[in-house]
Structure formats: C-alpha cells, structure tokens
C-alpha cells in the first residue's frame, strides 16, 4: 500500500499483533488454552503448531534488515524518543505476551507466558494462570507480580493501554503464578480475552539500578538494553546507526507449540539509512538488505532490473493477502477549524480522482478501498437492513439522511468530463461552508483567508500518492503542498497531532473491539501517541463503538461494525485511497521457505530459516559486497 503497509522491519517484529480476537461464549470459569470466535472449534482440538511452519527449520545465519532514519531509546511504550527496531507496543523481539495471537487463524490465540485463562459467565473479570517454566533471560521467574506491575505501569505511561485496557480497573496477584483481571463493565466479550495480548516486563529490573548506581525510569527513553524474556536479546547497537539482536539459545518458550519452525535466525542486523531511496540502493547491493516488502507500484513493476535478479539471485513473489485490507487514506486533522466542516470533507474527497492515480502512477496496480473493513464480512454495503438498520434508527436524527436513503460511493472518474462535473460539486459544498472562489483562490468569504492543505510526508512515496490530488486541490484555488520531513521528525509530529494532512493506514481485524476506542473514540482524539489521528470526536461513532465493544454475538458484532463503518464513511472524516489483495515480497535467494504461508497474514517470516548452501554461494558470488 504505496509506503504504509507494514514494512520488512514491522512485519518480522509484530505482524501478529493486528489480529486482535474476542473471546466466544463458553461454560463460565473453565480454564482454557486457546480461544477463537471466528472458529470456536479450536477450544476442543489439539494445537500442536501451526500448520504451514517447518517443525525441521534449522536455526542459524543473520537476517540482514534496513530501517529508516534514526533511533534514540529501546523504551516503546511511551511518546518521546523513537525506539530501535525490533521493538513494538507489544513486545517485538525482546519481552513476549501472556498469549500469542495466531498469523494463520484470525482472532485466534494461544498460550505464551500464560497456560490457560478463565472468566465468569458475565465477563466481568479475567484470570490467567502463568506457565511455571516462563523466565526471564537473566533466570528469574516470570511472575504474578510481574504481570501486575505490568499492567498498572503500561496503562499509566502508554496512551495506547490505556485506551486498549480502559475497562480494566485492577489486576491482582491471587498467587505467585494467577492473576485477575477486574473490569469496571460486564457483557463486554472481548476484553477477558485481550488481557492476553498485555506485554509482560520484568519488575525487579525497571525498579533496579544502572551499573552507575543511578535509576531506572520506565517513563523515560533509555539506551540500556533492557532485560528481556523473549527469542531474541540485544547483541550490540551504534545509536542511530545499527542494531543487532542474537538469538537466545536457552529461551524459555521455544518448544512451546506456538514458536515450533519459528525463530530460526540465529542474529538479526538492522541497518539504519537516511531515505527509502538509500533502502532500496541497500537491497539491490545486498549484504545490508535481505527481504523487502514492496510498497511501490513504479518499483514493483519497472525497477527490478539490477544485477542480481537477472542473475536469479534476487527472487519476487506475490503472497496472497485473505487478510482485512487496511484503510490507507488522507488524514485531515479534524482539531483545526477547517476541517470540522462534513461539507469541507465531502468536498476534499471528491477533488481525488483515484482512477488517474492508479492509471498514470501505479500502473493499474490498485483497487480502490470503500470501507473501514475492507475485505472483511464487516464492511458496509448497499443500504442498511435487519439489525443494522434497528442499530443506525437509534440515530436517525444524529447522523446524515442519505445513510438511510443511499448506498455510499466514493466518485468514479472514468472520463474528462467526470473531473469538470466533481470539481464543481466540490466547490458548491465548499461555497455552502463559507469559502468561495475570488481571483482564483479558494478564500472564507469572510475572512478572506486561503483555504490551505499542508501534507506532511516521510518518504519519496508520498510525493507519488499527494502529487495527482495536489494538482486537482489547486484546481479550485486551494493552496496545497507536500513536505518531506525525517521520520523521526514525523513520528514525533504525528504523535502530537503537529500536521494538517497525512497519509496513514489504519489495519483492522475481522474480530474488532476495544481498540476502536482508540481509533475513533472521543475520549482518544486528544491524547498524544493515539491512534486516532483525525481527531474524531462524534458522540454517535462513540455510541456505535460501544455497540461493537458489547456485542452480544457474532451476529450482533457485524451488525455493530457495519453501522460504525457506514457512520464513518458517511462522516467524510478521511480520504479513502487504495489496497492491494496480494503482497509483494522480493528476497535474496538465501532463504528455506515453506510451502504455504499463513494467508490471513500474508507472510510470516518468522518461519523462515537461512540456507546454509545458499547462503554461502551468494557470499562467495558477492564477497566484495559491504
């Protein structure tokens, strides 16, 4: 998705963490390892692994991986400083999960630091119950109080917690290995289940000391490799610069079914560069840059022509991707007054001609995305009916008519004449909103003031998906322009909600829940590092996220999400752009892949191993390679 689908870096350290599950409805207090409201079959079978992993994959050989830009802490839970590769909001590399949700089966998981887990009939509480073996690297058991301390100092430091977890009053140690979870609501289905998405840390080393005696402070940005529990630790690094991650070779989990044929780098090196252009120069090299997960349309179609791929060296492939299909749009920061106006926004959405886009700039390579849910049985579609319709009549007086009355569409521009015909539309709404067109430039027809769309970008991408709807932005007098900023600059100014324009993707799951909360809730728009970039604060979204937070049933959850999804749409809070259903991939020829990879993730490279054989003949093929 044109630089904003997961790159190779976010898809080897945390691709699962998207797939966010609800737990299905079972005898009330039964222990159990694994949970799935998609197939709720998975409590009765045996798990033994994951189907598509090599159980026989050797361990050994170094990943090589860029990164762009720079990094200044190993802390990823809070907003200041921008953390190494190789670290996420739920662990990455180095601290592991109470449960470890499932690339192959979506809204699935299984146990990881936590055995089994348990919850009364009313969901009001949870229990997880720790495996005695889990440790730390440093030989200390995982413990109650960890998983505790956890909680309590995430949900207080992370303001994506504590949107994720804000039901969740307390956790309590009942015991050196069990911990409840009490929530502050009942009926609500998901939230005994994601309690196992919570990233465990190590109590007794964030409340230690540095080696000079000074202390540690998990609300501040660190260089100190901290103490881990995961596959890998932290080998050495050159801030800013590289980061290499070895294997730990008495991990505790590793024969736990979920990591079986998984894991199998013995090092993983991340390379820092300046642009994605250096990213690109870095993998066509090689040495620096072992598998790239392409995002350019132009690249994937015209640039793989180097060397190394004529010579085979360099292998292409297209995954398919049964996953949701993330909402990659334009972002309008909807906290500044001129994008508070629907009117505005419907105005801005018409001006995209996508079809143009896609034709002249991405080779035909798209379709275009018309849902929040895209791909999913959650999407929108036609007129609303059934329990969807009996949910959006609560609000009949709150939110747009032509919910009722009109399939959404976004414009289609097939020919010359459409673009006349949006473009016009576009200014009448502008002119219902106040602004008007006066020597040319779109003006507030009482201030005089420039209607002006500032794009904040990162990479030589966003100059490719900005640079069709600037030119029809000024078409109607609108002072558009694009600014490319470093990406540490940018992750900093989004997280503070510094922009007027971006573009972001925003991934669901087929099982959504709490974490819409932060993605559109009210009470998320203002909280610097959420996810809810727009700025969205409607009563009725809210009202429609709590109805799929307490959905009853899978029934009652597609009916929720469809009724949020179409609110969403018909509120013009964003830009829809485009998605792909496959995922490009291109690789060094080092690699032992299995046969299938885990459709609903697309690619799970954690189960891919380095061969010896092939590894060796590239290194003596390009020995003189940096």
Same mark, same amino acid.
């Given at each position: 998705?044109?630089?904003?689908?997961?790159?190779?870096?976010?898809?080897?350290?945390?691709?699962?963490?998207?797939?966010?599950?609800?737990?299905?409805?079972?005898?009330?207090?039964?222990?159990?390892?694994?949970?799935?409201?998609?197939?709720?079959?998975?409590?009765?079978?045996?798990?033994?692994?994951?189907?598509?992993?090599?159980?026989?994959?050797?361990?050994?050989?170094?990943?090589?991986?860029?990164?762009?830009?720079?990094?200044?802490?190993?802390?990823? =839970?809070?907003?200041?400083?921008?953390?190494?590769?190789?670290?996420?909001?739920?662990?990455?590399?180095?601290?592991?999960?109470?449960?470890?949700?499932?690339?192959?089966?979506?809204?699935?998981?299984?146990?990881?630091?936590?055995?089994?887990?348990?919850?009364?009939?009313?969901?009001?509480?949870?229990?997880?119950?720790?495996?005695?073996?889990?440790?730390?690297?440093?030989?200390?058991?995982?413990?109650?109080?960890?998983?505790?301390?956890?909680?309590?100092?995430?949900?207080?430091?992370?303001?994506?917690?504590?949107?994720?977890?804000?039901?969740?009053?307390?956790?309590?140690?009942?015991?050196?290995?069990?911990?409840?979870?009490?929530?502050?609501?009942?009926?609500?289905?998901?939230?005994?289940?994601?309690?196992?998405?919570?990233?465990?840390?190590?109590?007794?080393?964030?409340?230690?000391?540095?080696?000079?005696?000074?202390?540690?402070?998990?609300?501040?940005?660190?260089? !100190?490799?901290?103490?881990?529990?995961?596959?890998?630790?932290?080998?050495?690094?050159?801030?800013?610069? &590289?980061?290499?991650?070895?294997?730990?070779?008495?991990?505790?989990?590793?024969?736990?079914?979920?990591?079986?044929?998984?894991?199998?780098?013995?090092?993983?090196?991340?390379?820092?560069?300046?642009?994605?252009?250096?990213?690109?120069?870095?993998?066509?090299?090689?040495?620096?840059?072992?598998?790239?997960?392409?995002?350019?349309?132009?690249?994937?179609?015209?640039? /793989?022509?180097?060397?190394?791929?004529?010579?085979?060296?360099?292998?292409?492939?297209?995954?398919?991707?049964?996953?949701?299909?993330?909402?990659?749009?334009? %972002?309008?920061?909807?906290?500044?007054?001129?994008?508070?106006?629907?009117?505005?926004?419907?105005?801005?959405?018409?001006?995209?001609? =996508?079809?143009?886009?896609?034709?002249?700039?991405?080779?035909?390579?798209?379709?275009?995305?018309?849902? /929040? =849910?895209?791909?999913?049985?959650?999407?929108?579609?036609?007129?609303?009916?059934?329990?969807?319709?009996?949910?959006?009549?609560?609000?009949?007086? *709150?939110?747009?008519?032509? %919910?009722?009355?009109?399939?959404?569409?976004?414009?289609?521009?097939?020919?010359?004449?459409?673009?006349?015909?949006?473009?016009? !539309?576009?200014?009448?709404?502008?002119?219902?909103?106040?602004?008007?067109?006066?020597?040319?430039?779109?003006?507030? *027809?009482?201030?005089? !003031?420039?209607?002006?769309?500032?794009?904040?970008?990162?990479?030589?991408?966003?100059?490719?998906?900005?640079?069709?709807?600037?030119?029809?932005?000024?078409?109607?007098?609108? &002072?558009?322009?694009?600014?490319?900023?470093?990406?540490?600059? /940018?992750?900093?100014?989004?997280?503070?909600?510094?922009?007027?324009?971006?573009?972001?993707? =925003?991934?669901?799951?087929?099982?959504?829940?709490?974490?819409?909360?932060?993605?559109?809730?009210?009470?998320?728009?203002?909280?610097?590092?959420?996810?809810?970039?727009?700025?969205?604060?409607?009563?009725?979204?809210?009202?429609?996220?709590?109805?799929?937070?307490?959905?009853?049933?899978?029934?009652?959850?597609?009916?929720?999400?469809?009724?949020?999804?179409?609110?969403?749409?018909?509120?013009?809070?964003?830009?829809?752009?485009?998605?792909?259903?496959?995922?490009?991939?291109?690789?060094?020829?080092?690699?032992?892949?299995?046969?299938?990879?885990? !459709?609903?993730?697309?690619?799970?490279?954690?189960?891919?191993?380095?061969?010896?054989?092939?590894?060796?003949?590239?290194?003596?093929?390009?020995?003189?390679?940096?």
């Amino acid at each position: 998705m044109n630089g904003y689908s997961l790159n190779a870096a976010a898809l080897i350290a945390g691709l699962t963490m998207a797939l966010i599950t609800v737990a299905p409805p079972a005898v009330a207090q039964e222990w159990r390892t694994a949970s799935s409201l998609i197939d709720p079959d998975v409590e009765t079978e045996t798990f033994e692994r994951f189907d598509y992993v090599n159980s026989d994959a050797p361990k050994g050989g170094t990943l090589n991986s860029v990164a762009v830009g720079t990094f200044d802490s190993f802390n990823p =839970f809070i907003v200041r400083g921008t953390s190494a590769a190789g670290f996420t909001n739920f662990g990455g590399l180095l601290w592991d999960t109470l449960m470890q949700q499932s690339p192959a089966e979506p809204g699935t998981s299984y146990p990881l630091i936590a055995e089994a887990f348990k919850y009364p009939e009313d969901y009001s509480s949870a229990t997880y119950r720790l495996d005695p073996d889990a440790r730390w690297h440093d030989g200390e058991p995982i413990t109650a109080e960890d998983v505790v301390w956890s909680f309590n100092v995430l949900k207080e430091v992370s303001p994506l917690y504590n949107r994720y977890f804000s039901s969740v009053t307390e956790a309590v140690a009942l015991s050196d290995r069990e911990v409840e979870f009490q929530f502050d609501q009942t009926g609500n289905r998901e939230l005994p289940h994601i309690m196992g998405d919570l990233t465990v840390l190590p109590k007794h080393w964030w409340e230690g000391t540095r080696p000079d005696g000074t202390q540690r402070d998990i609300t501040e940005p660190t260089l !100190e490799p901290p103490l881990g529990s995961g596959p890998y630790r932290i080998a050495s690094f050159n801030p800013g610069s &590289d980061i290499v991650w070895e294997r730990v070779e008495d991990y505790w989990a590793a024969d736990l079914p979920v990591n079986i044929g998984r894991h199998n780098f013995d090092r993983r090196r991340y390379t820092y560069v300046f642009d994605e252009n250096a990213a690109w120069l870095a993998f066509t090299k090689g040495g620096a840059e072992d598998i790239r997960v392409e995002n350019s349309s132009r690249r994937w179609m015209t640039a /793989y022509n180097f060397p190394a791929f004529k010579a085979g060296d360099v292998v292409k492939r297209e995954f398919p991707n049964g996953g949701p299909h993330a909402m990659q749009a334009f %972002v309008f920061n909807l906290r500044l007054p001129r994008f508070q106006d629907p009117r505005v926004r419907e105005a801005l959405t018409l001006v995209y001609n =996508f079809e143009e886009q896609n034709r002249t700039r991405s080779y035909g390579q798209y379709t275009r995305t018309d849902s /929040y =849910f895209e791909g999913t049985e959650l999407a929108a579609e036609g007129l609303p009916e059934g329990r969807e319709l009996e949910i959006l009549e609560q609000f009949r007086d *709150e939110i747009p008519p032509e %919910v009722f009355t009109e399939e959404f569409q976004l414009p289609v521009y097939d020919d010359p004449e459409d673009e006349r015909r949006y473009l016009r !539309e576009a200014v009448s709404l502008f002119r219902e909103a106040g602004w008007v067109i006066r020597d040319g430039r779109m003006v507030n *027809e009482e201030t005089g !003031e420039q209607f002006r769309i500032g794009f904040l970008g990162r990479t030589e991408t966003d100059e490719i998906i900005t640079s069709g709807y600037i030119s029809n932005l000024r078409r109607i007098g609108i &002072d558009a322009s694009l600014r490319i900023i470093d990406t540490s600059q /940018y992750i900093n100014r989004v997280n503070s909600f510094d922009f007027e324009a971006i573009t972001n993707s =925003f991934l669901q799951s087929l099982s959504p829940g709490n974490e819409q909360r932060e993605f559109w809730g009210s009470q998320a728009a203002d909280i610097p590092g959420s996810r809810n970039l727009a700025g969205i604060q409607d009563p009725v979204v809210d009202a429609l996220v709590e109805k799929v937070v307490y959905a009853e049933d899978r029934e009652d959850l597609v009916a929720a999400t469809r009724a949020l999804d179409r609110l969403l749409l018909w509120r013009y809070y964003m830009v829809p752009q485009y998605h792909r259903p496959v995922l490009w991939v291109a690789y060094w020829n080092k690699f032992g892949v299995p046969e299938e990879q885990p !459709e609903a993730a697309g690619v799970d490279i954690e189960s891919w191993w380095t061969d010896p054989e092939r590894a060796a003949a590239l290194r003596q093929k390009y020995r003189d390679r940096n």
